[in-house]
């Protein structure tokens, strides 16, 4: 038995190689959108973190740490959703112009801040609110850094003083002071 021999102009074979690249492009979009939430789930392995009541009421937060080595958490300021980076060595929460003018902050000058990238010029403001998983702050100070690149807000001091701070292996865990 002889087989049709198909050419390139056939309109099945030209159906054929269309559904071949369509199924390929679908493939390719998946992989990408799986690998993207792996590797976002790796910076950040805390997106939404939930308080939970512990012995004697207080309200704590664990966190884990990322591949990094940081503590990186969703969380809002003012009700607004940003990613927090925890930064014991910051003395204010710290955020960047882009975020601040977001938020519409009210900014003062601030003066000149020494971080590990030299000295830099920033702002002063304060914060209504910083939430980190229901562990609320009010009244908080903070800096704004005009030349702080990333969106990621620096959890600093002026709102992490206000917790106990228990390292274990790579959780943190927050505690309202009793």
């Not at 056939?10 to 792996?38: I, Y």
């Not at 977001?102 to 000149?112: A, E, S």
């Not at 403001?125 to 009244?139: F, I, K, N, Y």
């Amino acid at each position: 038995m002889k087989y049709p021999i198909r050419r390139r102009n056939d309109p099945q074979s030209s159906l054929g190689r269309v559904m071949l690249f369509g199924a390929w492009v679908v493939g390719m979009a998946l992989l990408v959108f799986f690998f993207k939430g792996v590797i976002e789930r790796q910076r950040n392995p805390n997106p939404q973190p939930v308080a939970v009541a512990g012995a004697g009421a207080a309200s704590s937060v664990v966190l884990r740490r990322n591949r990094a080595g940081h503590y990186v958490a969703g969380g809002s300021i003012n009700g607004e959703p940003v990613v927090f980076m925890l930064d014991t060595g910051a003395t204010d929460v710290a955020l960047p112009l882009a975020l601040a003018r977001r938020l519409g902050l009210q900014l003062r000058p601030g003066g000149r801040a020494q971080t590990a990238n030299g000295t830099v010029e920033t702002w002063a403001t304060r914060l209504d609110s910083v939430d980190l998983g229901g562990l609320v702050a009010r009244d908080v100070r903070a800096s704004v850094l005009p030349a702080m690149s990333s969106d990621e807000v620096l959890l600093g001091m002026s709102y992490l003083k206000q917790f106990e701070l228990i390292q274990q292996g790579d959780t943190l865990t927050l505690r309202r002071h009793r």
